[in-house]
């Protein structure tokens, strides 16, 4: 189990240094294209399957609404597809 765990870590951190090695421009990319879909209009459609179809109702929830009570701020469409 010891050795479940900290090969599921290993991995993890193994993810998180090749996105550093690349420089994160992939999530960049992908924030700029959610931006700039946002203020032209479209909305975040989220999804995902089991534990992640939850993660996407939420996400989409939390889009929606203000994330503190002294953020004034308008919605931001999103829909989950589940």
């Not at 189990?1 to 421009?25: H, R, Y």
């Not at 294209?33 to 996400?59: F, P, V």
Request: hydrophobic share 40%; aromatic share 2%.
């Amino acid at each position: 189990m010891k050795d479940s765990v900290e090969n599921i870590f290993k991995k993890s951190i193994d993810t998180k240094v090749a996105c550093l090695n690349q420089g994160l421009t992939c999530l960049y990319n992908m924030g700029n294209e959610i931006s700039s879909t946002i203020q032209n209009g479209g909305k975040m459609m989220l999804c995902g399957n089991g534990g992640s179809a939850a993660d996407a109702q939420h996400l989409a929830a939390e889009m929606l609404v203000r994330l503190r009570p002294m953020n004034n701020r308008e919605g931001i469409p999103a829909i989950a597809l589940t």
